[in-house]
């Protein structure tokens, strides 16, 4: 049987430096935000808040300098995540791009497409959306049918993708699109592409170019995410990211960063902090064991977290880690609004009420999706026990 491993690791001293930069910052330009709106977590976005971290340097913080990176350590970047995630600060605008897409391309893009698509995400001002989702390919992604088929010059997109975050807003989707049918291997034949959605000044580039984008409205009424319909919207050659027909073990490493960091245990931290300040208004024996228990546990996902850090520092692979983070992570932040319920004589409210019962009503709702964004609880349990030869 094989086996993962979370060594401990300690925080380089740059980064308690950094940890004090950042909360000074987040004094200065998230203090009046609400308890509800940081509830939200890495889904609030506010494009004025990715622009100011551009200019501290803190987005595309480990990439090359070249492509307006600062290449400073996974640890310091950690350090920053983990402060904006405890803060509420909305982050959701330039999130994707930071963590997955920019990376992405790194590993796989080509020269002209790294200077082209990394020195405005850096600045906080390109945002990227990820076109994997189909209406029948969720968790059995190898069964993508959106089909990108080859004409002069480029490809002719036909099909339609679903669940897809900030399609809205963003001015770039990368997505996974059948370049070929091989019956033996479904693996084979997927592509990824750059599809433009957005130029940098505003100018909506999605009806010229053969694609809607319609809303999905969730239980909360938010507008989070889309329908996307490409209508032989044309993209050139140039819009293949990596090796034609063998996308499928590029987003398997695309997937490995969307499922690393330390969002994954940290999304309902904002309840935590309610109802510690409930507590200290009105101690109770009850409360005080529920937040403790609370507490130790949080503590010990953040030491697996900071050792997922660790091996991305050291250039491991951390799929295995990430997926046992993630999805003990899902389990953790999914039982912190039940565990208000039964601790809390109070009704969660949405629109009305204490900051606590807001952040519990939206956290009840919010957080049942958190074991199925990124790979649902099966599939990575499925992809452990693989990691693991058991299966
Ligand atoms: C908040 C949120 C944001 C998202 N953002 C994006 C995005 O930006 N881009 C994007 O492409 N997608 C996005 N998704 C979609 C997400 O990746 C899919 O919902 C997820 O992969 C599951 O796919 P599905 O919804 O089709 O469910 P299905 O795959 O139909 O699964 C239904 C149920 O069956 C279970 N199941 C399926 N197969 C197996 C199996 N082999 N063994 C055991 N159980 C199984 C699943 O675990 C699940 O419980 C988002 C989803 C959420 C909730």
């Known amino acids: 049987m094989q086996t993962f491993s979370f060594d401990p690791v300690e925080l380089p001293p740059a980064a308690a430096e950094l940890r004090r930069e950042v909360r000074e910052f987040l004094a200065e330009h998230n203090a009046t935000r609400k308890p509800l709106d940081r509830a939200q977590s890495w889904s609030g976005s506010d494009p004025e808040f990715s622009r100011k971290m551009g200019e501290r340097g803190w987005i595309g913080m480990v990439w090359p300098k070249t492509y307006g990176g600062h290449e400073r350590t996974s640890f310091e970047r950690y350090v920053m995540l983990e402060e904006m995630l405890v803060a509420g600060a909305p982050v959701g605008a330039h999130w994707i791009a930071d963590r997955q897409s920019g990376p992405l391309l790194l590993n796989f893009g080509t020269e002209a497409q790294r200077q082209k698509y990394l020195p405005p995400v850096t600045r906080g001002e390109m945002y990227y959306c990820i076109g994997m989702s189909e209406p029948d390919s969720g968790s059995d992604l190898a069964s993508v049918r959106t089909k990108a088929t080859k004409v002069d010059g480029g490809y002719l997109i036909n099909g339609r993708k679903i669940w897809t975050s900030g399609a809205h807003t963003a001015h770039v989707m990368i997505a996974l699109l059948r370049t070929r049918n091989n019956p033996d291997n479904r693996h084979d034949g997927l592509t990824q592409f750059l599809i433009d959605l957005r130029d940098l000044d505003g100018t909506d580039l999605k009806e010229k170019n053969g694609i809607t984008v319609r809303p999905v409205i969730s239980m909360l009424g938010e507008h989070h995410f889309n329908e996307v319909t490409f209508e032989d919207a044309f993209v050139p050659e140039t819009a293949v990211v990596g090796t034609e027909h063998g996308g499928w073990a590029q987003v398997m490493a695309e997937l490995a960063f969307e499922r690393s960091g ?104 919010n957080s049942v999706s958190y074991s199925l964004r990124g790979g649902t609880r099966e599939i990575l349990r499925g992809i452990i026990a693989r990691g693991l030869g058991l299966r």
Do not use: C
């Open 262 to 365: 330390p969002e994954r245990y940290l999304s309902s931290i904002q309840l935590v902090l309610e109802m510690i300040r409930a507590l200290a208004a009105h101690p109770t024996p009850q409360g005080h064991i529920a937040v403790g228990r609370l507490v130790a546990h949080l503590a010990t996902l953040r030491q697996m977290s900071v050792s997922v850090a660790g091996k991305l520092n050291a250039g491991e692979d951390p799929a295995l880690e990430g997926s046992i983070v993630k999805d003990l992570g899902a389990v953790f932040e999914q039982e912190i609004p039940t565990i208000a319920q039964q601790v809390f004589d109070v009704e969660p409210k949405l629109g009305e009420g204490s900051d606590l019962e807001q952040v519990m009503g939206f956290l009840i709702q």
